[in-house]
């Protein structure tokens, strides 16, 4: 089991940028596919990103595509998502998630494909 742990949310104005990440332990890191999800009140768990465990294969959901950027460092076991240009349609708590997987360039895109999940943070874009 991978506990993970997300920090840096936070409230912005639209047009701004924020970082968030995601420091996982409890497994080896570099043999681990990770996502980005995000839900707003009222609304279903949503994919937002997703990198392979060797960074080679990233995907987007097309409401973010150009304006997100996943990363990792496997030597840190962590995962970032770069959020430029926000818009308050943006705002929900973001969680990452973890896939354990032996192929280093399989990516996921839905809940049910990630075994471990953290508690979240708090993105707030206001216009």
């Known amino acids: 089991q991978v506990q993970l742990v997300e920090s840096g949310g936070g409230l912005v104005q639209a047009g701004g940028s924020l970082s968030v990440s995601c420091v996982a332990s409890?497994?080896?890191?570099?043999?681990?596919?990770m996502g980005w999800f995000r839900q707003a009140p009222g609304k279903e768990r949503e994919f937002v990103a997703t990198?392979?465990?060797?960074?080679?294969?990233?995907l987007y959901a097309d409401s973010v595509k150009g304006r997100f950027t996943i990363s990792r460092d496997n030597a840190k076991n962590t995962v970032y998502l770069r959020m430029n240009n926000l818009k308050p349609e943006d705002t929900a708590s973001y969680y990452c998630?973890?896939?354990?997987?032996?192929?280093?360039?399989?990516?996921?895109?839905?809940?049910?494909?990630?075994?471990?999940w953290g508690r979240g943070t708090q993105v707030t874009v206001s216009s």
């Open positions: 998630a973890a896939r354990q997987t032996p192929y280093p360039a399989a990516i996921f895109t839905t809940v049910p494909d990630f075994g471990s």
């Open positions: 409890g497994r080896t890191f570099d043999r681990i596919a």
């Open positions: 990198i392979s465990w060797d960074s080679t294969r990233t």
